[in-house]
């Protein structure tokens, strides 16, 4: 395996991986994002097995040790699996997290006391700013949450759009229809009351480029498309119960 890395906005990168043995012969794909900025920042892990060859796209950007910040949707060992090698590999750093996901997981989880996160708080990472927007169960986990990097008007969405291949870094192609298929596959979305709800609010910050952690990301009218996928996913909810 090799993780490739691509800038998908100003200071924005993608280090991304693809695992063809996972629902083949598509593939997978495992993507991490690192905001350049005073305090850089890691949004995903990876799983430990992978952190070798992430810390090293992660070196072709900056020095590891210079990382502050590492930050994720949920707990799950895709997202936070080589937390704390990060944390030994890079001393200054800290696991930002939202309130319930450091106080049920991370606080014991972590080898160093993670930052809490208030829903709405803002990050001040010196040239970027991230703000910390809690929901739970979206797509699935007590404690999920996204990312929304004011600067560049980019939302780390975790799992949500998840989608097979190996496209490219960034896409103007629709991605709702592909997670819709993706989820046929895994149904690992937490179809709920509020899902769509949730998906719609996101939607109202406009986003430009949506930073999936499996599939290509999205450059375009990020808001349509969480309006497109809540609706599905309204849909899929109604026609269950």
């Known amino acids: 395996m090799t993780t490739t890395v691509d800038e998908i906005a100003n200071g924005i990168y993608r280090l991304s991986t693809w695992v063809p043995d996972i629902a083949p012969p598509a ?10 900025a005073d305090e850089p920042l890691l949004f995903h892990t990876g799983p430990r097995a992978m952190f070798p060859l992430v810390a090293e796209a992660v070196a ?13 949707g949920h707990v799950e060992a895709d997202e936070c699996g080589s937390m704390n090698s990060w944390l030994a590999a890079a001393p200054e750093a800290q696991v930002a997290h939202g309130m319930m996901g450091c106080l049920v997981s991370l606080n014991d989880m972590a080898d160093r006391l993670p930052r809490p996160l208030a829903d709405g708080e803002v990050l001040d990472l010196g040239g970027k700013s991230v703000r910390h927007l809690d929901t739970p169960h979206v797509p699935h986990g007590w404690d999920a949450r996204v990312l929304y990097e004011e600067t560049t008007g980019t939302l ?14 960034l896409t103007a192609d629709d991605i709702v229809e592909k997670a819709v298929d993706a989820e046929a596959i895994f149904r690992s979305t937490s179809l709920a ?26 450059d375009g009218d990020g808001s349509r498309a969480l309006y497109d996928l809540a609706s599905a996913y309204e849909s899929q909810f109604l026609n269950s119960v």
């Open 60 to 72: 072709r950007i900056l020095p590891v040790n210079r990382l502050r910040w590492v930050t994720f």
């Open 193 to 218: 009351p509020d899902t769509a709800n949730v998906m719609r609010r996101l939607g109202n910050l406009a986003p430009k480029v949506l930073a999936l952690m499996h599939g290509s990301s999205f």
């Open 27 to 36: 593939g997978f794909t495992f993507n991490q994002f690192l905001i350049d």
């Open 156 to 169: 780390f969405c975790g799992d949500l759009f998840t989608h097979l291949g190996n496209g490219p870094a």
